[in-house]
């Protein structure tokens, strides 16, 4: 491979190659990723590897397009889930299904094979397969808009700083009043209490929201509804617990949420894995370091988290990614390039595997340079040989077992035992219908929350305005019948008093019929909501 050489005389490469070698022995559990380049040349006797222990220290995949990360992915969540380490992977482009199938052996596999030291073994992977709200193939993740959030409700509505904050008063209220957010309709409904006549006063002693404010987020929800966005927030919530289970042959569970369908949506997909992130992140205990992560998550097509994400939402993510470690759960984001993260989250992130970048343009020169400055010192020439890689092949640098980087490694990876494609989709469709999860989640509820609670209360107060009417007029019918006494008139056979002429017009009997449906009216083309989840 040209670009592998690396600086130096060639008196030194045997004590570099040892140096690079020593790195990579570890004594404990370890994933094998590949075999070491060396000037060219493919070492299948110094293997580079990652301590199973370290995989909770969060890594990072990246490379430009086509170069295998998506097969890298394939090769770490295999090797995981076969150390009984279950897996979420994202599978954005629908070509990791595949993972649940044998691999096809051939002549390019075997060529790999050999060229890495691998006894390679067709070998399928227990799967269960997800979809976002049903959309597409898989057992349907949805969740309320409670559990979701104001600061992640935002990121997904493009909301700037005050709207969030905005946001994140009309949550407050719903919760300190009892009003479950659910759905979108629920939202909107509370949204559309909080400007009405009845509701202004209700948040004034708090700061009060703003019909401009209630606008902006009001079309906002309708445009992502607009979107399909209804399936994904409903109940029955998904436990995100269900991706630490592990198969009966003791092997991690590889769950793999389907996105093909929802490729046009990239912010609502990629908020949506924060949340199942988050959501994880406030249920499980602090077990500190373990000799193995209770769960590894993949987050694909990371760049479209952080783009345009508010102060608020990256400082979320940085806290979690920091502490999330402590519970037992790895991360690893794949994007392109390492400056698709954050710089506070990229210092998290202690196992790199870095796939070919190009140099087109300048900004792909600056990129380059940029990457380049994130891998600790090496004898490689990593500007020329990060351009010069090819297909399956990276440069690596992992956490050792005591908690330092080791020697940066050009390396050439192993092939997926899987296959390296999608399963065919009946195959896939019969394995979500087994599961014994798609029972439990396939259909959604729709059960009393703040919309029902809130047109009820509407409906009550309605009423009740009708009932102070007609009795203020009866009343006055009264009033004026005994006024009228001491002056008897001859009544006109078929006078109807003005109550009842009111009572009995099309037009009263036209608005009774509305009262009770115009707040629903209303509110169905409004809004859309948050709360937190109860298990």
């Given at each position: 491979?040209?670009?592998?050489?690396p600086?130096?005389?060639?008196?030194?490469?045997a004590?570099?190659?040892?140096?690079i070698?020593?790195?990579?022995?570890?004594?404990?559990?370890?994933?094998e990723?590949?075999?070491?380049?060396?000037?060219g040349a493919?070492?299948?006797?110094?293997?580079i590897r990652i301590?199973?222990?370290m995989l909770?220290?969060?890594?990072l995949?990246?490379?430009?397009?086509?170069?295998g990360?998506t097969?890298t992915?394939?090769l770490?969540?295999?090797?995981l889930?076969?150390q009984g380490?279950?897996?979420?992977?994202a599978?954005?482009?629908g070509?990791?299904?595949?993972?649940s199938?044998?691999g096809e052996?051939?002549?390019?596999?075997r060529?790999?094979?050999?060229q890495?030291?691998?006894?390679w073994?067709?070998?399928?992977f227990?799967c269960?397969?997800y979809?976002l709200?049903?959309?597409?193939p898989?057992i349907?993740?949805?969740?309320?808009?409670t559990?979701?959030?104001?600061?992640?409700l935002?990121?997904?509505?493009?909301l700037?700083?005050?709207?969030?904050?905005?946001?994140?008063?009309?949550?407050?209220?719903?919760?300190?009043?009892?009003l479950?957010?659910v759905?979108?309709?629920?939202l909107?409904?509370?949204v559309?209490?909080?400007?009405s006549?009845?509701?202004?006063?209700?948040?004034k002693?708090?700061?009060g929201?703003?019909?401009?404010?209630?606008?902006v987020?009001?079309?906002?929800?309708t445009?992502?509804e607009?979107?399909?966005a209804s399936?994904?927030?409903?109940?029955p919530?998904?436990?995100?617990?269900?991706?630490?289970?592990?198969a009966?042959d003791?092997?991690?569970?590889?769950?793999v949420?389907e996105?093909p369908?929802?490729?046009?949506?990239?912010?609502?997909?990629?908020?949506?894995l924060?949340?199942?992130l988050a959501?994880?992140?406030?249920?499980?205990?602090?077990?500190?370091?373990?000799?193995?992560?209770?769960l590894?998550f993949f987050?694909?097509?990371?760049?479209?988290?952080?783009?345009?994400?508010?102060?608020?939402?990256?400082?979320?993510?940085?806290?979690t990614?920091?502490?999330?470690r402590s519970?037992g759960?790895?991360?690893?984001?794949v994007?392109?390039?390492?400056?698709?993260?954050?710089?506070?989250v990229?210092?998290?992130l202690?196992?790199?595997?870095?796939?070919?970048?190009?140099?087109?343009t300048p900004?792909?020169?600056?990129?380059?340079?940029?990457?380049v400055r994130?891998?600790?010192?090496s004898e490689?020439?990593?500007?020329?040989?990060l351009?010069?890689?090819?297909t399956g092949e990276a440069v690596i640098t992992?956490l050792?077992?005591?908690?330092?980087p080791t020697?940066?490694?050009?390396?050439?990876?192993r092939?997926p035992e899987?296959l390296?494609?999608?399963?065919?989709?009946a195959?896939?469709?019969q394995?979500?219908k087994?599961?014994?999860?798609?029972?439990?989640?396939?259909?959604?509820?729709?059960?009393?929350?703040?919309?029902e609670?809130?047109t009820?209360?509407?409906?009550?107060?309605?009423?009740?305005?009708?009932?102070?009417?007609l009795?203020?007029?009866?009343?006055k019918?009264?009033a004026?019948?005994?006024s009228?006494?001491s002056?008897?008139?001859?009544a006109?056979?078929?006078?109807?008093?003005l109550a009842?002429?009111?009572?009995?017009?099309g037009v009263?009997?036209?608005?009774?019929?509305?009262?009770?449906?115009?707040?629903g009216?209303?509110?169905s083309?409004s809004?859309f909501?948050?709360a937190?989840?109860?298990?």
């Open positions: 491979m040209s670009g592998s050489t600086s130096g005389d060639s008196g030194g490469s004590d570099d190659v040892a140096a070698a020593a790195g990579y022995a570890f004594t404990g559990p370890a994933l990723l590949g075999a070491l380049l060396w000037e493919c070492l299948p006797d110094t293997q301590p199973l222990s909770n220290r969060h890594g995949v990246a490379g430009a397009t086509g170069t990360k097969k992915l394939q770490i969540a295999e090797q889930s076969a380490v279950p897996v979420f992977l599978d954005v482009k070509d990791v299904s595949g993972i199938a044998p052996d051939g002549e390019k596999v060529e790999r094979a050999g890495v030291g691998q006894t073994e067709a070998t399928g227990p269960e397969f979809a709200g049903g959309i597409g898989g349907p993740l949805r969740a309320t808009v559990s979701f959030g104001p600061v992640l935002s990121k997904v509505l493009q700037n700083q005050t709207q969030e904050q905005s946001l994140g008063l009309i949550f407050h209220y719903a919760d300190s009043k009892g479950e957010l759905d979108l309709k629920d909107r409904a509370v559309a209490f909080l400007v006549d009845t509701g202004k006063a209700e948040l002693g708090i700061g929201l703003s019909s401009v404010t209630a606008g987020i009001l079309r906002a929800l445009a992502f607009q979107q399909g399936d994904f927030f409903a109940e919530e998904f436990d995100t617990s269900e991706f630490l289970r592990s009966p003791g092997r991690g569970l590889v769950s949420l996105l369908a929802v490729q046009g949506k990239p912010q609502l997909f990629s908020t949506f924060m949340w199942l959501d994880l992140f406030n249920d499980l205990p602090e077990v500190g370091d373990l000799d193995r992560p209770k590894v987050f694909d097509e990371a760049h479209l988290l952080f783009n345009g994400a508010s102060k608020a939402f990256l400082e979320s993510i940085t806290q990614v920091r502490l999330i519970k759960i790895g991360i690893f984001f994007t392109q390039t390492p400056k698709d993260v954050p710089g506070d990229l210092a998290q202690g196992n790199r595997v870095q796939h070919a970048l190009r140099a087109f900004d792909d020169a600056k990129a380059l340079k940029a990457t994130t891998f600790p010192h490689y020439d990593l500007e020329e040989l351009t010069a890689l090819g992992v050792s077992e005591k908690g330092a020697p940066v490694a050009a390396t050439r990876l092939a899987s390296m494609g999608p399963v065919d989709a195959a896939l469709e394995s979500v087994a599961s014994p999860l798609y029972g439990r989640y396939a259909e959604p509820v729709d059960r009393e929350s703040a919309y609670k809130l009820a209360k509407q409906q009550t107060a309605d009423a009740e305005a009708v009932r102070v009417a009795e203020a007029e009866q009343a019918e009264r004026d019948a005994a009228q006494a002056r008897p008139q001859k006109k056979k078929g006078d109807a008093s009842e002429q009111v009572v009995d017009s009263f009997t036209s608005l009774a019929r509305s009262i009770g449906t115009q707040l009216r209303e509110i083309r809004i909501g948050t937190r989840r109860r298990r």
